[in-house]
Protein backbone atom coordinates (compact mmCIF):
# COMPACT_ATOMS: atom_id res chain seq x y z
CA UNK A 1 0.00 0.00 0.00
CA UNK A 2 1.11 3.44 -1.30
CA UNK A 3 2.34 5.90 1.91
CA UNK A 4 -0.13 8.66 0.12
CA UNK A 5 -3.21 6.13 0.47
CA UNK A 6 -2.58 5.03 3.51
CA UNK A 7 -4.86 5.46 6.19
CA UNK A 8 -4.62 5.38 10.21
CA UNK A 9 -6.62 6.24 13.35
CA UNK A 10 -5.30 9.60 13.50
CA UNK A 11 -3.14 11.82 10.41
CA UNK A 12 -0.22 10.13 10.32
CA UNK A 13 3.35 11.31 11.93
CA UNK A 14 6.45 10.13 10.41
CA UNK A 15 10.26 10.81 11.60
CA UNK A 16 12.98 9.77 9.24
CA UNK A 17 16.46 9.12 10.15
CA UNK A 18 19.78 8.79 8.89
CA UNK A 19 23.45 10.05 8.61
CA UNK A 20 24.81 12.35 6.45
CA UNK A 21 24.03 11.58 2.26
CA UNK A 22 22.21 8.82 3.15
CA UNK A 23 19.19 9.68 1.07
CA UNK A 24 17.38 10.41 3.86
CA UNK A 25 15.60 13.29 2.29
CA UNK A 26 15.29 11.71 -0.87
CA UNK A 27 12.86 9.08 1.04
CA UNK A 28 10.83 11.69 2.61
CA UNK A 29 9.79 13.37 -0.61
CA UNK A 30 9.14 9.84 -1.89
CA UNK A 31 6.39 9.70 0.77
CA UNK A 32 4.74 12.54 -0.08
CA UNK A 33 5.38 12.64 -3.82
CA UNK A 34 1.80 12.82 -4.57
CA UNK A 35 0.42 15.37 -2.61
CA UNK A 36 0.19 19.45 -1.70
CA UNK A 37 3.57 19.34 0.24
CA UNK A 38 4.66 22.46 2.29
CA UNK A 39 8.22 22.27 2.71
CA UNK A 40 9.98 23.50 5.83
CA UNK A 41 13.51 24.19 5.00
CA UNK A 42 15.67 24.93 8.60
CA UNK A 43 18.61 25.41 6.50
CA UNK A 44 19.98 28.97 6.17
CA UNK A 45 22.50 29.36 3.39
CA UNK A 46 25.84 31.04 4.15
CA UNK A 47 27.29 32.97 1.27
CA UNK A 48 31.03 32.55 2.81
CA UNK A 49 30.22 27.96 2.60
CA UNK A 50 29.85 27.33 -1.12
CA UNK A 51 29.89 23.89 -0.59
CA UNK A 52 26.73 24.05 1.70
CA UNK A 53 24.84 26.50 -0.53
CA UNK A 54 25.24 24.12 -3.24
CA UNK A 55 23.50 21.25 -1.39
CA UNK A 56 20.68 23.76 -0.80
CA UNK A 57 20.54 24.26 -4.08
CA UNK A 58 20.25 20.48 -4.58
CA UNK A 59 17.74 20.29 -2.68
CA UNK A 60 15.84 23.36 -4.09
CA UNK A 61 16.27 21.49 -7.42
CA UNK A 62 14.64 18.48 -6.52
CA UNK A 63 11.78 19.91 -5.22
CA UNK A 64 8.45 19.89 -7.33
CA UNK A 65 7.70 23.44 -8.49
CA UNK A 66 4.31 23.17 -6.80
CA UNK A 67 5.34 22.53 -3.37
CA UNK A 68 5.00 25.63 -1.04
CA UNK A 69 8.54 26.47 0.68
CA UNK A 70 8.88 27.93 3.69
CA UNK A 71 12.36 28.93 5.54
CA UNK A 72 12.13 29.40 9.66
CA UNK A 73 11.06 27.69 12.31
CA UNK A 74 9.20 24.76 11.84
CA UNK A 75 7.14 25.36 15.55
CA UNK A 76 5.57 28.42 13.42
CA UNK A 77 4.84 26.82 10.52
CA UNK A 78 2.82 23.93 12.25
CA UNK A 79 1.14 26.91 13.66
CA UNK A 80 -0.81 26.64 10.40
CA UNK A 81 -2.59 23.65 9.00
CA UNK A 82 -1.36 22.32 5.33
CA UNK A 83 -2.47 18.87 3.81
CA UNK A 84 0.96 17.68 4.21
CA UNK A 85 4.17 18.82 5.29
CA UNK A 86 7.65 17.97 5.49
CA UNK A 87 10.39 19.47 7.58
CA UNK A 88 14.07 19.09 6.33
CA UNK A 89 15.99 18.79 8.51
CA UNK A 90 15.99 18.78 12.01
CA UNK A 91 20.09 18.93 12.66
CA UNK A 92 20.19 22.26 10.80
CA UNK A 93 17.18 23.49 12.79
CA UNK A 94 19.13 22.65 16.11
CA UNK A 95 22.57 24.27 15.09
CA UNK A 96 20.47 27.36 15.01
CA UNK A 97 18.93 27.07 18.10
CA UNK A 98 21.91 26.42 20.04
CA UNK A 99 23.43 29.84 17.95
CA UNK A 100 20.19 31.95 18.92
CA UNK A 101 21.18 31.11 22.36
CA UNK A 102 24.91 30.99 22.44
CA UNK A 103 24.67 27.70 24.33
CA UNK A 104 27.24 26.00 22.66
CA UNK A 105 29.84 25.78 25.65
CA UNK A 106 26.75 25.45 28.01
CA UNK A 107 25.67 22.17 29.74
CA UNK A 108 22.66 20.06 28.27
CA UNK A 109 19.49 21.16 28.47
CA UNK A 110 19.62 25.06 27.43
CA UNK A 111 17.64 24.57 24.52
CA UNK A 112 14.80 22.25 26.11
CA UNK A 113 12.24 24.93 25.84
CA UNK A 114 12.96 24.58 22.02
CA UNK A 115 12.27 21.16 22.04
CA UNK A 116 9.83 21.03 23.95
CA UNK A 117 8.10 23.53 22.06
CA UNK A 118 9.00 21.54 18.89
CA UNK A 119 7.72 17.60 20.43
CA UNK A 120 4.17 20.05 21.52
CA UNK A 121 3.66 21.49 18.35
CA UNK A 122 4.29 17.95 16.15
CA UNK A 123 2.45 16.08 19.06
CA UNK A 124 -0.71 18.16 18.46
CA UNK A 125 -0.39 18.56 14.46
CA UNK A 126 -3.51 17.48 13.09
CA UNK A 127 -2.49 16.62 9.11
CA UNK A 128 -0.24 14.78 7.26
CA UNK A 129 3.24 15.27 8.26
CA UNK A 130 7.37 13.75 7.98
CA UNK A 131 10.21 14.81 9.54
CA UNK A 132 13.78 14.56 8.42
CA UNK A 133 16.73 14.04 10.81
CA UNK A 134 20.10 13.13 11.20
CA UNK A 135 20.47 9.65 13.35
CA UNK A 136 23.22 10.64 16.03
CA UNK A 137 26.77 8.90 15.41
CA UNK A 138 26.05 8.22 12.04
CA UNK A 139 28.10 11.03 11.18
CA UNK A 140 31.61 12.54 12.13
CA UNK A 141 31.36 14.20 15.42
CA UNK A 142 34.05 15.84 16.76
CA UNK A 143 34.68 14.89 20.13
CA UNK A 144 34.46 18.33 21.66
CA UNK A 145 32.22 20.17 24.28
CA UNK A 146 30.57 21.58 21.63
CA UNK A 147 30.27 18.18 19.59
CA UNK A 148 29.37 16.23 22.72
CA UNK A 149 26.08 19.22 23.41
CA UNK A 150 25.42 18.75 19.98
CA UNK A 151 25.20 14.52 19.94
CA UNK A 152 23.04 14.48 23.23
CA UNK A 153 20.92 17.54 22.28
CA UNK A 154 20.27 15.92 19.01
CA UNK A 155 19.69 11.85 20.22
CA UNK A 156 17.32 13.80 23.24
CA UNK A 157 15.17 15.27 20.22
CA UNK A 158 15.09 12.16 17.98
CA UNK A 159 14.15 9.83 20.81
CA UNK A 160 10.86 12.34 21.96
CA UNK A 161 9.84 12.95 18.35
CA UNK A 162 10.17 8.88 17.70
CA UNK A 163 7.77 8.82 21.08
CA UNK A 164 5.13 10.59 19.21
CA UNK A 165 5.68 9.92 15.50
CA UNK A 166 3.53 7.28 14.62
CA UNK A 167 5.70 5.90 12.54
CA UNK A 168 10.10 6.29 12.37
CA UNK A 169 12.48 5.07 9.19
CA UNK A 170 16.25 4.71 8.78
CA UNK A 171 17.67 5.33 6.27
CA UNK A 172 20.99 3.22 5.58
CA UNK A 173 22.95 3.74 2.23
CA UNK A 174 19.78 4.75 0.11
CA UNK A 175 17.51 1.91 1.67
CA UNK A 176 15.04 2.55 3.92
CA UNK A 177 14.43 0.48 7.07
CA UNK A 178 10.89 0.83 9.47
CA UNK A 179 12.19 0.87 13.33
CA UNK A 180 9.00 1.69 14.49
CA UNK A 181 5.63 0.91 12.71
CA UNK A 182 2.54 2.88 12.31
CA UNK A 183 -0.28 1.81 14.56
CA UNK A 184 -2.59 0.08 11.89
CA UNK A 185 0.46 -2.48 10.57
CA UNK A 186 0.87 -5.59 11.79
CA UNK A 187 4.31 -6.59 13.17
CA UNK A 188 4.55 -8.50 10.08
CA UNK A 189 3.92 -6.06 7.35
CA UNK A 190 5.87 -3.84 9.32
CA UNK A 191 8.40 -5.79 8.20
CA UNK A 192 8.17 -6.08 5.07
CA UNK A 193 6.61 -3.00 3.96
CA UNK A 194 10.31 -1.00 4.55
CA UNK A 195 11.41 -2.93 1.89
CA UNK A 196 8.30 -2.78 -0.73
CA UNK A 197 8.64 1.20 -0.05
CA UNK A 198 11.00 1.44 -3.46
CA UNK A 199 10.97 -2.11 -4.86
CA UNK A 200 8.48 -5.02 -4.75
CA UNK A 201 9.85 -8.16 -3.08
CA UNK A 202 9.54 -11.27 -4.67
CA UNK A 203 7.66 -14.09 -3.24
CA UNK A 204 10.97 -16.04 -2.19
CA UNK A 205 12.55 -12.47 -0.61
CA UNK A 206 9.40 -12.11 0.93
CA UNK A 207 9.53 -15.72 2.49
CA UNK A 208 13.00 -15.51 3.49
CA UNK A 209 12.64 -12.50 5.33
CA UNK A 210 9.77 -13.38 7.15
CA UNK A 211 11.06 -16.68 8.00
CA UNK A 212 13.16 -14.68 11.53
CA UNK A 213 12.92 -18.14 13.63
CA UNK A 214 16.53 -19.13 11.18
CA UNK A 215 17.68 -15.82 12.39
CA UNK A 216 17.44 -16.79 15.53
CA UNK A 217 19.67 -18.87 15.65
CA UNK A 218 22.22 -17.14 15.56
CA UNK A 219 23.70 -16.50 19.10
CA UNK A 220 23.67 -13.56 20.68
CA UNK A 221 26.43 -12.10 20.66
CA UNK A 222 26.76 -12.78 17.13
CA UNK A 223 23.39 -11.32 15.89
CA UNK A 224 24.06 -8.21 18.37
CA UNK A 225 26.65 -7.45 16.11
CA UNK A 226 25.92 -8.43 12.99
CA UNK A 227 26.34 -5.86 9.95
CA UNK A 228 23.19 -5.86 7.35
CA UNK A 229 25.23 -7.35 4.53
CA UNK A 230 26.52 -10.58 6.46
CA UNK A 231 22.58 -11.29 6.60
CA UNK A 232 21.75 -10.62 3.21
CA UNK A 233 24.69 -13.21 2.50
CA UNK A 234 22.72 -16.04 4.42
CA UNK A 235 19.77 -14.61 2.70
CA UNK A 236 21.28 -14.75 -0.30
CA UNK A 237 22.52 -18.37 0.12
CA UNK A 238 18.97 -20.01 1.22
CA UNK A 239 18.49 -20.27 -2.85
CA UNK A 240 16.03 -17.03 -2.61
CA UNK A 241 15.93 -15.24 -6.18
CA UNK A 242 15.10 -11.54 -5.54
CA UNK A 243 15.68 -7.98 -6.92
CA UNK A 244 18.91 -6.56 -5.37
CA UNK A 245 17.20 -3.30 -4.34
CA UNK A 246 14.69 -5.71 -2.18
CA UNK A 247 17.05 -7.65 -0.54
CA UNK A 248 19.40 -4.77 0.84
CA UNK A 249 16.54 -3.60 2.57
CA UNK A 250 15.07 -6.90 3.44
CA UNK A 251 18.38 -7.40 4.82
CA UNK A 252 18.67 -4.73 7.37
CA UNK A 253 15.54 -5.05 8.46
CA UNK A 254 16.50 -8.59 8.94
CA UNK A 255 19.51 -7.59 10.65
CA UNK A 256 17.56 -5.22 12.95
CA UNK A 257 15.24 -8.12 13.73
CA UNK A 258 17.92 -10.62 14.81
CA UNK A 259 19.57 -8.11 17.09
CA UNK A 260 16.26 -7.46 18.47
CA UNK A 261 16.05 -11.55 19.14
CA UNK A 262 19.13 -11.81 20.57
CA UNK A 263 18.54 -9.21 22.88
CA UNK A 264 15.07 -10.77 23.75
CA UNK A 265 17.58 -14.04 24.08
CA UNK A 266 20.26 -12.99 26.44
CA UNK A 267 17.55 -11.39 28.44
CA UNK A 268 15.77 -14.74 28.74
CA UNK A 269 19.15 -16.28 29.22
CA UNK A 270 19.68 -13.77 32.35
CA UNK A 271 15.80 -14.33 33.47
CA UNK A 272 16.59 -18.29 34.12
CA UNK A 273 14.94 -19.52 37.06
CA UNK A 274 15.01 -15.63 38.57
CA UNK A 275 11.58 -14.03 36.93
CA UNK A 276 9.64 -12.99 34.08
CA UNK A 277 11.42 -12.94 30.32
CA UNK A 278 11.54 -9.44 28.58
CA UNK A 279 9.92 -10.76 25.39
CA UNK A 280 10.77 -7.37 23.63
CA UNK A 281 13.22 -4.54 24.25
CA UNK A 282 12.07 -1.48 24.85
CA UNK A 283 14.12 1.97 25.12
CA UNK A 284 12.54 5.09 26.72
CA UNK A 285 13.72 8.47 26.51
CA UNK A 286 12.99 11.56 29.16
CA UNK A 287 13.60 15.17 27.91
CA UNK A 288 13.86 18.46 29.86
CA UNK A 289 10.72 19.60 31.99
CA UNK A 290 8.69 23.07 32.17
CA UNK A 291 7.82 23.95 35.59
CA UNK A 292 4.27 24.91 36.88
CA UNK A 293 2.09 28.02 35.41
CA UNK A 294 4.52 31.59 36.63
CA UNK A 295 1.62 33.48 35.28
CA UNK A 296 -0.89 31.36 37.61
CA UNK A 297 1.69 31.42 40.18
CA UNK A 298 2.02 34.97 40.46
CA UNK A 299 -2.13 35.22 40.76
CA UNK A 300 -2.17 32.90 43.57
CA UNK A 301 0.59 35.12 45.36
CA UNK A 302 -2.22 37.96 44.33
CA UNK A 303 -4.74 36.46 45.59
CA UNK A 304 -3.35 35.39 49.27
CA UNK A 305 -2.75 39.47 49.61
CA UNK A 306 -6.66 39.74 49.17
CA UNK A 307 -7.44 36.81 51.85
CA UNK A 308 -8.88 37.81 55.55
CA UNK A 309 -5.13 37.52 57.13
CA UNK A 310 -2.13 39.51 57.36
CA UNK A 311 -0.25 38.88 54.61
CA UNK A 312 2.25 35.93 54.98
CA UNK A 313 0.23 34.68 58.17
CA UNK A 314 -0.06 31.34 57.04
CA UNK A 315 3.55 30.68 56.52
CA UNK A 316 5.16 27.88 54.10
CA UNK A 317 0.58 26.74 53.37
CA UNK A 318 0.80 29.82 51.81
CA UNK A 319 3.49 28.81 49.28
CA UNK A 320 2.12 25.14 49.36
CA UNK A 321 -1.20 26.78 47.76
CA UNK A 322 0.39 28.88 45.29
CA UNK A 323 2.67 25.86 44.20
CA UNK A 324 -0.57 23.97 43.51
CA UNK A 325 -2.19 26.67 41.95
CA UNK A 326 0.33 26.97 39.56
CA UNK A 327 0.69 22.90 39.02
CA UNK A 328 -3.40 22.61 38.23
CA UNK A 329 -2.76 26.09 36.08
CA UNK A 330 -5.38 27.26 37.63
CA UNK A 331 -6.45 30.18 40.83
CA UNK A 332 -7.82 29.37 43.01
CA UNK A 333 -6.96 25.60 42.70
CA UNK A 334 -9.15 22.63 43.30
CA UNK A 335 -9.06 20.55 45.95
CA UNK A 336 -6.99 17.21 45.37
CA UNK A 337 -10.08 14.55 44.38
CA UNK A 338 -8.13 11.50 43.63
CA UNK A 339 -4.86 11.35 45.21
CA UNK A 340 -2.63 8.28 44.24
CA UNK A 341 -0.22 6.14 46.14
CA UNK A 342 2.28 3.62 44.06
CA UNK A 343 4.08 1.60 46.41
CA UNK A 344 6.95 0.02 44.19
CA UNK A 345 8.17 -3.39 45.33
CA UNK A 346 10.86 -5.08 44.53
CA UNK A 347 14.03 -7.28 46.23
CA UNK A 348 17.87 -6.76 46.11
CA UNK A 349 20.46 -9.31 45.91
CA UNK A 350 22.90 -7.15 48.59
CA UNK A 351 19.95 -8.44 50.87
CA UNK A 352 21.75 -11.97 50.98
CA UNK A 353 25.17 -10.22 52.58
CA UNK A 354 23.84 -9.41 56.32
CA UNK A 355 22.82 -5.16 55.17
CA UNK A 356 19.14 -5.44 56.99
CA UNK A 357 18.13 -6.56 60.02
CA UNK A 358 15.12 -8.77 57.94
CA UNK A 359 15.01 -11.32 55.73
CA UNK A 360 14.40 -10.60 52.16
CA UNK A 361 10.77 -12.76 52.54
CA UNK A 362 9.14 -10.08 54.57
CA UNK A 363 8.69 -8.01 51.07
CA UNK A 364 6.20 -10.36 49.86
CA UNK A 365 4.97 -11.02 53.07
CA UNK A 366 4.44 -7.02 53.19
CA UNK A 367 3.02 -6.75 49.76
CA UNK A 368 0.32 -9.12 50.41
CA UNK A 369 -0.33 -6.94 54.07
CA UNK A 370 -1.00 -3.91 51.65
CA UNK A 371 -3.25 -5.84 49.41
CA UNK A 372 -5.18 -6.54 52.66
CA UNK A 373 -4.51 -2.87 53.72
CA UNK A 374 -3.35 -3.50 56.73
CA UNK A 375 -0.20 -1.19 56.47
CA UNK A 376 0.46 1.74 57.82
CA UNK A 377 0.63 3.69 54.44
CA UNK A 378 -2.89 1.83 53.99
CA UNK A 379 -4.06 3.41 57.03
CA UNK A 380 -2.64 6.76 56.77
CA UNK A 381 -3.96 6.75 53.31
CA UNK A 382 -7.55 5.98 54.41
CA UNK A 383 -6.89 9.49 57.03
CA UNK A 384 -5.69 11.31 54.08
CA UNK A 385 -7.98 10.43 51.80
CA UNK A 386 -5.86 8.82 49.22
CA UNK A 387 -5.92 5.35 48.08
CA UNK A 388 -3.18 2.84 47.46
CA UNK A 389 -1.83 0.38 44.62
CA UNK A 390 1.18 -1.96 45.23
CA UNK A 391 3.35 -2.60 42.04
CA UNK A 392 5.61 -5.68 42.17
CA UNK A 393 8.64 -4.71 40.18
CA UNK A 394 11.07 -7.15 41.44
CA UNK A 395 9.53 -8.92 44.42
CA UNK A 396 11.37 -12.46 44.80
CA UNK A 397 8.65 -14.30 44.77
CA UNK A 398 5.55 -14.65 42.76
CA UNK A 399 2.42 -12.12 43.94
CA UNK A 400 -1.05 -11.68 42.38
CA UNK A 401 -1.40 -10.76 38.90
CA UNK A 402 -2.99 -7.46 39.08
CA UNK A 403 0.13 -6.22 40.67
CA UNK A 404 2.72 -8.01 38.69
CA UNK A 405 1.77 -6.98 35.35
CA UNK A 406 4.95 -4.76 35.45
CA UNK A 407 6.71 -7.28 36.75
CA UNK A 408 10.71 -6.86 35.71
CA UNK A 409 12.42 -9.83 37.23
CA UNK A 410 12.94 -11.41 40.63
CA UNK A 411 15.18 -9.59 43.13
CA UNK A 412 18.14 -7.40 41.30
CA UNK A 413 22.21 -8.16 41.18
CA UNK A 414 24.15 -7.45 44.37
CA UNK A 415 25.38 -4.57 43.82
CA UNK A 416 28.46 -4.45 45.64
CA UNK A 417 29.56 -7.29 43.28
CA UNK A 418 27.34 -7.31 40.44
CA UNK A 419 25.35 -4.74 38.08
CA UNK A 420 21.48 -4.67 39.33
CA UNK A 421 20.00 -5.22 36.25
CA UNK A 422 20.73 -5.93 32.33
CA UNK A 423 20.33 -3.29 29.86
CA UNK A 424 16.60 -4.52 28.62
CA UNK A 425 16.18 -4.82 32.13
CA UNK A 426 16.90 -1.24 33.22
CA UNK A 427 14.82 -0.01 30.33
CA UNK A 428 12.06 -2.52 30.91
CA UNK A 429 11.90 -0.72 35.05
CA UNK A 430 12.01 2.81 33.61
CA UNK A 431 9.37 2.28 30.97
CA UNK A 432 7.38 0.34 33.69
CA UNK A 433 7.79 3.45 35.65
CA UNK A 434 6.55 5.45 33.31
CA UNK A 435 3.49 3.40 32.21
CA UNK A 436 2.56 3.42 35.97
CA UNK A 437 2.48 6.70 36.03
CA UNK A 438 0.13 7.57 32.46
CA UNK A 439 -2.16 4.80 34.19
CA UNK A 440 -2.52 6.71 36.83
CA UNK A 441 -3.01 10.20 35.55
CA UNK A 442 -5.11 8.74 32.74
CA UNK A 443 -7.21 7.21 35.55
CA UNK A 444 -7.62 11.17 36.60
CA UNK A 445 -5.21 10.90 39.76
CA UNK A 446 -4.07 14.39 40.40
CA UNK A 447 -1.85 14.49 43.00
CA UNK A 448 0.77 11.16 43.05
CA UNK A 449 2.82 9.53 46.00
CA UNK A 450 5.46 7.62 45.20
CA UNK A 451 5.79 4.62 48.07
CA UNK A 452 8.52 2.02 48.33
CA UNK A 453 8.83 -1.66 49.59
CA UNK A 454 11.51 -4.20 49.80
CA UNK A 455 14.26 -5.61 52.49
CA UNK A 456 17.67 -4.21 51.15
CA UNK A 457 16.44 -0.91 49.63
CA UNK A 458 18.02 1.74 51.70
CA UNK A 459 21.71 0.19 50.37
CA UNK A 460 21.11 1.16 46.59
CA UNK A 461 19.41 4.21 47.89
CA UNK A 462 21.83 5.36 49.64
CA UNK A 463 24.70 4.77 47.11
CA UNK A 464 23.06 6.47 44.71
CA UNK A 465 22.80 9.41 46.56
CA UNK A 466 26.20 9.37 48.03
CA UNK A 467 27.57 8.87 44.37
CA UNK A 468 25.62 11.71 42.70
CA UNK A 469 26.55 13.90 45.60
CA UNK A 470 30.12 12.97 45.97
CA UNK A 471 29.75 11.87 49.63
CA UNK A 472 32.24 9.48 51.67
CA UNK A 473 29.64 6.36 52.30
CA UNK A 474 29.97 6.62 56.44
CA UNK A 475 28.12 9.68 56.39
CA UNK A 476 25.31 8.83 54.28
CA UNK A 477 25.12 5.08 55.72
CA UNK A 478 22.41 5.23 58.08
CA UNK A 479 20.67 2.23 60.02
CA UNK A 480 17.94 1.27 57.76
CA UNK A 481 15.43 -1.76 59.30
CA UNK A 482 17.36 -1.18 62.34
CA UNK A 483 20.73 -3.22 62.07
CA UNK A 484 23.23 -3.09 64.46
CA UNK A 485 26.59 -2.12 64.86
CA UNK A 486 27.90 -5.26 63.14
CA UNK A 487 25.17 -5.24 60.20
CA UNK A 488 26.12 -1.59 60.02
CA UNK A 489 29.99 -2.18 59.30
CA UNK A 490 28.46 -4.66 56.42
CA UNK A 491 25.92 -2.38 54.78
CA UNK A 492 29.06 0.62 54.57
CA UNK A 493 31.15 -1.79 53.01
CA UNK A 494 28.92 -2.74 50.41
CA UNK A 495 27.65 0.85 49.79
CA UNK A 496 31.80 1.62 49.48
CA UNK A 497 32.05 -1.42 46.85
CA UNK A 498 29.03 -0.12 45.22
CA UNK A 499 29.89 3.22 45.09
CA UNK A 500 33.43 2.13 43.82
CA UNK A 501 31.73 0.09 40.61
CA UNK A 502 29.66 2.92 40.04
CA UNK A 503 31.91 5.61 39.67
CA UNK A 504 32.79 5.31 35.97
CA UNK A 505 29.01 5.75 35.48
CA UNK A 506 27.58 8.58 38.01
CA UNK A 507 27.10 11.06 34.61
CA UNK A 508 24.74 8.62 33.11
CA UNK A 509 21.64 8.47 34.54
CA UNK A 510 20.63 5.26 32.97
CA UNK A 511 23.73 3.54 33.56
CA UNK A 512 23.49 4.47 37.00
CA UNK A 513 20.45 2.91 37.34
CA UNK A 514 21.19 -0.02 35.95
CA UNK A 515 24.87 -0.80 37.50
CA UNK A 516 23.52 0.47 41.37
CA UNK A 517 20.09 0.60 41.59
CA UNK A 518 17.46 -1.82 41.32
CA UNK A 519 14.33 -2.32 39.10
CA UNK A 520 11.95 -1.05 41.64
CA UNK A 521 13.99 2.07 41.81
CA UNK A 522 14.65 2.47 37.99
CA UNK A 523 10.79 2.03 37.88
CA UNK A 524 10.27 4.93 40.44
CA UNK A 525 12.54 6.61 38.77
CA UNK A 526 10.71 6.59 35.34
CA UNK A 527 7.26 7.08 37.47
CA UNK A 528 8.70 10.45 38.55
CA UNK A 529 10.31 12.17 35.63
CA UNK A 530 6.52 10.74 33.79
CA UNK A 531 4.73 12.30 36.42
CA UNK A 532 6.65 15.42 36.15
CA UNK A 533 6.74 15.19 32.41
CA UNK A 534 2.78 15.22 32.43
CA UNK A 535 2.49 18.21 34.79
CA UNK A 536 1.25 16.29 37.78
CA UNK A 537 2.29 17.00 41.81
CA UNK A 538 3.90 14.26 43.50
CA UNK A 539 4.29 14.59 47.47
CA UNK A 540 8.26 12.78 47.91
CA UNK A 541 8.23 10.06 50.27
CA UNK A 542 11.60 8.87 52.26
CA UNK A 543 15.33 7.75 51.32
CA UNK A 544 14.21 5.41 48.53
CA UNK A 545 12.41 7.71 47.14
CA UNK A 546 14.21 10.67 46.80
CA UNK A 547 17.50 8.39 46.02
CA UNK A 548 15.08 8.02 42.70
CA UNK A 549 14.12 11.62 42.39
CA UNK A 550 17.90 12.59 42.55
CA UNK A 551 17.80 10.25 39.41
CA UNK A 552 14.86 11.49 37.44
CA UNK A 553 15.77 15.34 37.90
CA UNK A 554 18.57 13.94 35.92
CA UNK A 555 16.87 11.83 33.14
CA UNK A 556 14.25 14.80 33.35
CA UNK A 557 16.13 18.11 33.97
CA UNK A 558 13.33 20.56 35.40
CA UNK A 559 11.35 17.72 36.59
CA UNK A 560 12.21 18.84 40.76
CA UNK A 561 9.69 21.73 40.45
CA UNK A 562 6.53 19.36 40.59
CA UNK A 563 7.34 17.54 43.43
CA UNK A 564 6.95 18.53 47.13
CA UNK A 565 9.12 16.51 50.14
CA UNK A 566 6.95 14.96 52.06
CA UNK A 567 8.92 14.39 55.66
CA UNK A 568 12.37 14.10 56.36
CA UNK A 569 13.35 10.78 57.11
CA UNK A 570 16.37 9.82 59.55
CA UNK A 571 18.36 8.60 57.46
CA UNK A 572 21.40 10.43 56.85
CA UNK A 573 21.16 10.10 53.08
CA UNK A 574 17.66 11.29 52.74
CA UNK A 575 19.14 14.78 53.96
CA UNK A 576 21.88 14.93 51.10
CA UNK A 577 18.82 14.27 48.86
CA UNK A 578 17.08 16.83 49.70
CA UNK A 579 19.44 19.61 49.79
CA UNK A 580 20.37 18.24 45.99
CA UNK A 581 16.91 18.85 45.08
CA UNK A 582 16.51 21.79 47.37
CA UNK A 583 13.51 20.66 48.70
CA UNK A 584 12.60 21.40 52.36
CA UNK A 585 10.72 18.96 54.08
CA UNK A 586 6.81 19.56 55.36
CA UNK A 587 7.07 17.85 58.44
CA UNK A 588 10.16 16.23 60.14
CA UNK A 589 9.34 13.12 62.70
CA UNK A 590 11.73 10.83 62.61
CA UNK A 591 9.91 8.69 60.28
CA UNK A 592 11.79 5.54 58.27
CA UNK A 593 9.32 2.77 57.30
CA UNK A 594 8.95 3.82 53.88
CA UNK A 595 6.08 3.18 51.79
CA UNK A 596 5.05 6.31 51.38
CA UNK A 597 4.07 6.71 54.66
CA UNK A 598 5.99 9.76 55.56
CA UNK A 599 4.69 11.48 52.53
CA UNK A 600 0.51 10.40 53.03
CA UNK A 601 1.22 11.69 56.64
CA UNK A 602 2.18 15.23 55.01
CA UNK A 603 -1.31 14.91 52.51
CA UNK A 604 -3.23 16.96 55.03
CA UNK A 605 -0.64 20.02 54.97
CA UNK A 606 -1.14 20.21 51.52
CA UNK A 607 -4.78 19.33 51.56
CA UNK A 608 -4.97 22.30 54.46
CA UNK A 609 -2.68 24.32 51.63
CA UNK A 610 -5.03 24.15 48.72
CA UNK A 611 -7.71 24.82 51.16
CA UNK A 612 -7.50 28.07 52.76
CA UNK A 613 -6.27 30.00 49.18
CA UNK A 614 -9.60 28.00 47.36
CA UNK A 615 -11.85 28.67 50.39
CA UNK A 616 -11.06 31.81 52.47
CA UNK A 617 -13.19 34.73 52.05
CA UNK A 618 -11.11 37.93 50.51
CA UNK A 619 -11.40 41.53 52.26
CA UNK A 620 -13.98 42.52 49.58
CA UNK A 621 -15.95 39.73 50.17
CA UNK A 622 -16.31 39.85 53.67
CA UNK A 623 -16.70 43.42 54.36
CA UNK A 624 -13.53 43.09 56.40
CA UNK A 625 -10.89 46.64 56.66
CA UNK A 626 -7.88 45.74 54.97
CA UNK A 627 -4.43 47.86 56.78
CA UNK A 628 -4.58 50.00 53.43
CA UNK A 629 -7.93 50.90 54.34
CA UNK A 630 -7.43 51.41 58.09
CA UNK A 631 -4.72 54.08 57.33
CA UNK A 632 -6.43 56.04 54.81
CA UNK A 633 -9.51 55.87 57.23
CA UNK A 634 -7.20 58.35 59.74
CA UNK A 635 -7.84 61.20 60.16
CA UNK A 636 -5.81 64.27 58.89
CA UNK A 637 -2.94 65.49 61.07
CA UNK A 638 -3.23 62.21 63.49
Not at 67 to 72: D, K, L, Q
Not at 201 to 222: C, F, K, M, P, R
Not at 224 to 245: N, Y
Not at 319 to 340: D, H, M, T, Y
Request: aromatic letters at 4%.
Amino acid sequence: MSHSAQTTDRPLRTLVLGGARSGKSAYAEQLVASEAVRYVATAVADPADADFAERIAAHRARRPADWTVVEGDPVAALAEPAPATLIDDLGTWLTGRIDARAAWESPRGIVGPDVDALVTAVAGYAQRLIIVSPEVGFGVIPATASGRLFRDELGTLNQRLADVCDEVFLVVAGQPVRVKPDRASASAAALTDAATTNAPLTEATSAAGADLTATQAVSAADATGAAAGTVVGAVSESGATHDQSAVTAAGVAAASAASEAASNEETAAAGDGAGPVLTKPVRISFGPVSGPDPIVWAAAEERQAQLTKPAGALGRLEKLANWVSACQGICPPKQFERARVVVFAGDHGVARHGVSAYPSEVTAQMVANFLHGGAAVNVLARLADASVRVADIAVDGDTAPEISRHKVRRSSGSIDREDALSEAEVQAALAAGATIADEEIDSGADLLIAGDMGIGNTTPATVLIAAVTDTEPVVAVGRGTGVDDAGWIRKTAAIRDAMWRARPVVKDPVALLRTASGADLAAMAGFLARAAARRTPVILDGVVVTAAAVVADQLAPGARAWWVAGHRSSEPSHTIALKRLDLEPLVDMSMRLGEGSGAVAALPLLRAAVATLGEMATFAEAGVSTADAASDAEPAGA
